[in-house]
């Protein structure tokens, strides 16, 4: 375990010893978190780290700011410690199940690489964040079958996790805009469906 006083220091120690998991705060001198979440999910090799605010703030702007960055889990303070502390054990025992996975998805022109967190489309490999990754791969498990929202977060961020309502929608709109539009359909009032490609 290691910590840092900012921004600058959390990008170095990063660099020097990739963690599991990262808890950041949005608030903090030299360089605030959200631009310190960004620079890190830009590091070679950091697509695997899960990232959580732990901050005072709490407007949605904020929540959905620290999304947009590559956050995995925006919590507000104040928390107790032994309820953080059992938030991030059920995000690190999501990461080993997600270690387990062994295998390659194939949907018409998209391929998903759960043993490397890759995806390729038309043979060109993109890198997505973990949370990102898991929702597609989700949704392209059953393709046409429509999930609905409470089961995408129960089966992406699990039952202990208690994220924000734009959460799922900040994540589809950025897979869309690195895979395509019309890889995932918004089925309002319920949920979100994969589209089998050609």
Do not use: C
Not at 34 to 44: H, M
Not at 91 to 101: T, Y
């Amino acid at each position: 375990m290691s910590s840092a006083e900012n921004g600058l220091q959390a990008i170095e120690q990063v660099k020097k010893m990739k963690p599991d998991l990262i808890l950041m705060d949005i608030m903090m001198p030299e360089m605030d978190g959200i631009t310190a979440v960004s620079k890190i999910k830009q590091l070679p090799g950091s697509e695997d780290i899960m990232i959580v605010f732990l901050t005072a703030r709490s407007e949605e702007y904020s929540q959905i700011a620290g999304f947009e960055a590559g956050a995995d889990d925006y919590v507000s303070k104040p928390i107790k410690p032994k309820v953080l502390m059992h938030r991030i054990e059920a995000m690190l025992r999501r990461l080993d199940k997600g270690k387990m996975m062994d295998k390659v998805v194939t949907r018409g022109n998209l391929s998903i690489d759960s043993t490397r967190y890759v995806i390729s489309v038309d043979g060109n490999e993109i890198v997505l964040p973990r949370k990102e990754f898991e929702l597609l791969a989700i949704l392209a498990s059953h393709p046409e079958r429509v999930f609905n929202r409470d089961e995408i977060l129960e089966k992406v961020w699990g039952k202990d996790v208690v994220v924000g309502d734009r959460t799922i929608d900040v994540h589809v709109r950025k897979i869309r805009e690195k895979v395509g539009n019309n890889i995932i359909a918004t089925i309002k009032g319920v949920g979100y469906k994969f589209v089998q490609q050609p």
